[in-house]
């Protein structure tokens, strides 16, 4: 069974930093998403295997950083000069190594639980 567990969120002030972390059981792609509340989920960033391949939403683009720690199958997500809308519950996603990474929810087969993210102004 796979199993995804973040770590790292909270409360900060706008502009300010938070680093998210998720462990994973096994080997995968993997990515983080959003959901604010009344809003869908949203796709956030997304890191392959061997971290040659990302993919960033348009609104975190130069704020947001994904990296991995292949050693321990771990990946995080920097961020960087918070905004309150950045603020929502954030989760860590997985899929096979070989299918690559995709924005698309519905590609992911693995989510963890969520980690609450709340920028105040």
């Known amino acids: 069974q796979v199993q995804l567990v973040e770590s790292g969120g909270g409360l900060v002030q706008a502009g300010g930093s938070l680093r998210l972390s998720c462990a994973a059981s096994?080997?995968?792609?993997m990515g983080w998403f959003r959901q604010a509340p009344g809003k869908e989920r949203e796709f956030v960033a997304a890191?392959?295997?061997?971290?040659?391949?990302?993919s960033y939403r348009d609104s975190v683009k130069g704020r947001f950083t994904i990296s991995g720690d292949n050693a321990k199958n771990t990946v995080y997500l920097q961020m960087n000069s918070l905004k309150p809308e950045d603020t929502a519950v954030y989760y860590c996603?997985?899929?096979?190594?070989?299918?690559?990474?995709?924005?698309?929810?519905?590609?992911?087969?693995?989510w963890g639980q969520g980690t609450q993210v709340t920028v105040s102004s």
């Open positions: 890191l392959s295997r061997r971290g040659v391949m990302t």
């Open positions: 996603a997985a899929r096979p190594i070989l299918r690559g990474i995709t924005s698309n929810e519905g590609d992911w087969d693995y």
């Open positions: 096994g080997r995968y792609a």
